[in-house]
Every structure is written in structure tokens, then in C-alpha cells.
């Protein structure tokens, strides 16, 4: 089991550039996560999906999309890059059904992106 | 929606030392507490969790104590060693939100 990878490692961009980060889990997890992490922030959640075919905001939506593609996929678009989008962002995946007993994520290894 | 905040931000502490990192949430009808260890450049992973049945749960060199009433919760770490060196997440959740919250983070510094 690779758990949950992510694509790329690291990335680049230029003010208004276009990109996607690609998230996939072979967990058979039910619900993924998008978050990103600022030195002092903690972890905060971008945009989430309970279940393959929904997705909802999370804390801080703006400047972003996200597409689940299939139950294993779940991906970032960052349509016009700012310098605030500068961060790493991390997928994770959680434990499936509701009425679960708890709310375990597991996360990938992280994108660190900067956006010049 | 749910507001969680933790401290200290940085701990540092002699090796062999205790460490207490303590965390509050507002929303009274979260129910699950986890607690995530991140290593340096590495991804956070879940280190211990209490649900709120629970008052305290113990693993190894590693505690978690939940006070309900007062909404608060800590992660002890007893007879600590240099590679418990890393950021601690704390995180609340209602059971039914599948989303979690996390607390800012606290650095730990074991000094050797």
C-alpha cells in the first residue's frame, strides 16, 4: 500500500500561472482533504470531499477548485497563482462511512509551493 | 464553527524532562481529540486520540487527558528523548463532520 500520494514534491510558479496538485489514496477512504500549512497557522483545511461526487468548503476556499475524479483522486487547481498561495499543501484521506467511530486522516507527503 | 488554540507555541525541554502541551475547543459537542506528530519536512501522522467517553488514555511515554466540562485536553510525553524533537497538532472533531480542527502547532526541543 503506497497510502496517499501526492504530485508534485515541489513547484514554482509566477504570479497568475495555472497549476494542479494531484492527490490519490489506495485506502479505499471515503472522505479526502485538501489543507495547507503557514509557519504559526497550523494545519488549515482548503476543501474537503465526504464522498466520491460531493465537495465542500473548508476554512479557506478562496483562490482555489478541487475536482474528486473518482474515490481514489482528489485534485488542487489553483487557477490564477498569488504570492499568498505561497505554502505546503497536503492531501489526506479518511477512514470511511458515517457512524464511524472516530475521524482518522492520513496525509501525503506534501507540496511545497512557491508562487513568485 | 470550531476554534481550537494551543500552547505553548515552542517547548523546549532537558532531555528526560516532561512535556505538557494543552489545548481548548469551543464547540461542546466535538467528540473526538486527536493529537499529530510532524518531523521536520515530513507529514503529520497520528501519534494518540481520546473520544470523549473517555477521560484519560495512556501509550507508552505518551498521555492525552480530556476535561469536558471545561473543554480543554493536553498530550503529556514523559521521560522525553531527542527524537520526540517535532510539531504537535492538536485537533477536534464532531464524530459526524468528518472534518477536523486543528490548534496552531507547538514546537518541541528536546535538548540533550
Known amino acids: 500500500n503506497a497510502g496517499v500520494t501526492q504530485t508534485p514534491k515541489f513547484q514554482v510558479l509566477k504570479t497568475g500561472q495555472s497549476m494542479t496538485l494531484q492527490c490519490a489514496q489506495d485506502?479505499?477512504?471515503?472522505?479526502m482533504y485538501w489543507y495547507r500549512q503557514d509557519p504559526g497557522m497550523g494545519l488549515r483545511l482548503i476543501y474537503y470531499?465526504?464522498?466520491?461526487?460531493?465537495?465542500d468548503k473548508g476554512e479557506v476556499p478562496n483562490g482555489y477548485n478541487v475536482s474528486r475524479l473518482n474515490k481514489r483522486e482528489f485534485s488542487l487547481r489553483l487557477e490564477s497563482a498569488a504570492p499568498s498561495q505561497t505554502s505546503v499543501y497536503f492531501c489526506?484521506?479518511?477512514?470511511?462511512?458515517?457512524?464511524?467511530?472516530?475521524?482518522?486522516?492520513?496525509f501525503g507527503p506534501g507540496t511545497r509551493l512557491t508562487v513568485l | 464553527g470550531e476554534n481550537v488554540e494551543q500552547h505553548p507555541s515552542t517547548l523546549s525541554v532537558q532531555e528526560g524532562d516532561s512535556a505538557v502541551i494543552k489545548c481548548t475547543y469551543s464547540?461542546?459537542?466535538?467528540?473526538?481529540f486527536p493529537w499529530y506528530k510532524q518531523e521536520l519536512g515530513k507529514r503529520p501522522q497520528l501519534i494518540i486520540d481520546?473520544?470523549?467517553?473517555?477521560g484519560e488514555k495512556k501509550d507508552q511515554r505518551i498521555a492525552v487527558t480530556l476535561n469536558k466540562t471545561a473543554k480543554h485536553f493536553s498530550l503529556h510525553i514523559t521521560e522525553t528523548q531527542p527524537e520526540d524533537s517535532a510539531v504537535y497538532f492538536c485537533?477536534?472533531?464532531?464524530?459526524?463532520?468528518?472534518?477536523?480542527?486543528f490548534g496552531a502547532g507547538t514546537t518541541v526541543t528536546v535538548r540533550a
Open positions: 489526506a484521506s479518511g477512514k470511511p462511512g458515517r457512524g464511524i467511530s472516530h475521524n482518522e486522516q492520513f
Open positions: 485506502m479505499n477512504h471515503n472522505s
Open positions: 470531499s465526504a464522498s466520491e461526487g460531493t465537495t
Open positions: 464547540d461542546s459537542a466535538s467528540n473526538y
Open positions: 481520546i473520544r470523549s467517553n473517555v
Open positions: 485537533a477536534a472533531s464532531i464524530e459526524s463532520d468528518y472534518k477536523l480542527s
